[in-house]
């Protein structure tokens, strides 16, 4: 066998295999000093005699192993630094950055929170329900007859003849109610309803509503009306004052209309209030005996009302168009978030 220095060699690929390299190059020097000084020997091992094949054999092992070992030690730290760049973090992740602006909840939030907490003191079953909802619950099971105005394309977001966008959350509430055996129901339903309107200062398409149900047998107006003058109280001061005044909706029976008095001129009549001294705040009453019917429920009473965030936002925060509540204005949502 062809006598040479395995050490000179060896110090020789140790000295070659630098930082510069890539691992394509690595493995390009491996194969090289594998063909010189490896592959010779092999060669020889096959025309070597049979005693001297062991020795040598084992030679050529020992040494083709002692490069695979500088080589792939020399790949594992090329690797092991790729990984690290790729994980590499720039910047200390605990370290305050100033140029993060802290953020707030937005008006319409703030009040829908206010009015969820007061109904969750009393027990109610918070619900934020689906947008997309059946014309059953939104229409039928509320009492409101096919020739309803709402049920027009003009008036509602419809997807087909059975399926459309809400436009109250009474919908969710008449699902929550569908086929429910408790005797005693209390559920809140909150979130974006949908109307066909054109846009203004004072209309939106879409906007903002909570809508209660308290289902009990026994239940009668002064609860009611003790129910509803605690929120508004709750949302606006204990100095609110509140009237209820008859209306119609198709889905309760009696109905009201219920006004807080004018929180600018305190009843004496102003521009806010169109000189009525009121302002008139959400649509409440006792579910008529058809929804009830319709829910296929034992209990005979239950009180209902819906709520328009959006006006108690304007009323409470003062805004002029409602267009500002969803125009992600920071002038105006920086003022909000100390109250946050």
Known sequence: MKQFDT???LNELRHKITSDLNETQIIELRNSYIN??????YQELKIAPNAEKREIG??????????YELINTALTKIRQEQENKLHKVDYDVSIDNVNLIKGGLTPISLVT???????????FQIIE?????????NFDNLNIDIHHPSRSYQDSFFINATTMLRTHCTANTAEALYNNQN??????TFGNVYRNDEDDATHSHQFNQVDIIWARNNLNLKNLKWLISSLLKH????????????????????SFEVDVMCINCHGKGCSMCKNTGWIEILGAGMFHENVMKAANVNIKTALAAGIGIDRLVILKYG???IRDLYSNDFRILNQFKKVS
């Open 7 to 9: 050490e000179k060699i």
């Open 36 to 41: 010189k000084y490896v592959n010779p020997i």
């Open 58 to 67: 084992n030679f050529v092992n020992i040494f083709k192993t002692q490069i």
């Open 113 to 123: 929170n206010d009015i969820l907490t007061f109904f969750q003191k009393l027990d």
């Open 129 to 137: 329900g689906d947008e997309v909802t059946l014309t059953k619950f």
């Open 183 to 188: 005797s005693d129901i209390r559920v809140i």
């Open 235 to 254: 949302l606006l001061g204990e100095k609110t004052q509140t009237r209820f005044r008859l209306s119609h909706f198709p889905f309760t029976e009696p």
């Open 319 to 321: 805004f002029n168009d």
